[in-house]
């Protein structure tokens, strides 16, 4: 694999292209549906997980989405200055960070994406619409980052794949955050250890 | 630079497993069953909460993936029997008790999380 600071346009052509990005758009939506099919008819455990030091389950998923937000948040700076939009031009560390920054981001989203599909499962009452919202974008986002990741694999992709695929896996996980630790620090008060 | 790519690399791979461990996790992780009931007193409805209720409402009723409890329970259920019926049938991703707790202990635990909470 050669490694790049900045993203590699996809030449491949244009039919190639699209059949990838069909093909890695299906593997993504694939995976957000398993995660909701299994969120919905699995029985909830109903039970706490680790704390890893905090005072409870909850207040270490809010923490956890917090973190992955804000690296997420460094992944976006260094994207933007991987192609260019801030800057000057970039060094070659600066892929290899954006890469390793990402992986721990999905990392840390990894203890709280358990607890939520394996304790409490998939809200489908819509009039619920906080956990609705959340359990609908959590599915989401797995599928998108999936498609990202393939996206980043394959560079047979059109070349505004990535970037777009980047900016809604960001907005997805904001989004997931919003109504998950956001509303948990408005409800229980910040920092909430 | 090639140190570097070697950490990325590195920290990928433990991703890939850590995430396949996760999905095996899903599916084989069974349930802790939760500690036993007393047989009665005033300790049941609180031995109720903690193991059956307060992973989702928290320990303190101030609520987490459940909505909050303490202090708002006499406004949003006037009628207790309201609040049992709500225990025992289950409401969105809440599940239902009626199959895993007596009438009884339902009662109790209207009463601990009304008064005690």
């Known amino acids: 694999m050669t490694e790049t600071a900045v993203p590699v346009t996809g030449d491949a052509p244009v039919g190639a292209g699209r059949v990838t990005l069909l093909g890695a758009a299906l593997v993504g939506a694939a995976v957000a549906v398993a995660l909701g099919v299994y969120a919905d008819k699995h029985d909830p455990a109903g039970q706490a997980l680790f704390t890893l030091g905090f005072s ?77 919202w959340h359990s609908l974008l959590g599915c989401v986002f797995y599928g998108m980052f999936t498609f990202k990741v393939l996206s980043v694999r394959s560079r047979r992709m059109p070349g505004w794949t990535l970037p777009i695929a980047g900016g809604l896996v960001f907005a997805l996980l904001v989004g997931i955050w919003v109504t998950s630790s956001l509303w948990f620090f408005d409800n229980a008060g910040f920092p909430s250890f | 630079m090639i140190a570097l790519n070697s950490v990325v690399r590195a920290v990928q791979y433990a991703a890939l497993f850590v995430t396949a461990a996760f999905v095996l996790l899903l599916f084989v992780n069974e349930p802790a069953q939760p500690a036993p009931i007393p047989a009665a007193g005033a ?30 329970l006499d406004e949003r259920f006037p009628d207790p029997a309201d609040q049992a019926a709500v225990i025992a049938g289950g409401r969105g991703s809440m599940p239902s008790f009626d199959a895993s707790l007596t009438p009884e202990e339902i009662d109790a635990v209207v009463v601990y999380t009304r008064t005690d909470l």
């Open chain 2, 43 to 72: 300790d049941v409805g609180e031995a109720i909460y903690s193991t059956r209720c307060a992973s989702c409402h928290a320990s303190d009723g101030s609520g987490g993936f459940g909505p909050a409890l303490a202090d708002v």
């Open chain 1, 56 to 132: 409870g389950t909850i207040n270490m998923k809010a923490w956890l989405a917090t973190i992955a937000v804000v690296l997420a948040c460094v992944q976006l700076v260094l994207a933007a200055w991987m192609y260019g939009k801030i800057g000057s031009s970039p060094p070659a560390a600066v892929g290899p960070v954006h890469r390793l920054v990402g992986t721990l981001a999905f990392l840390v989203t990894l203890p709280v994406a358990y607890h939520c599909l394996w304790s409490l499962g998939f809200e489908t009452d819509v009039g619920d619409s906080r956990r609705f």
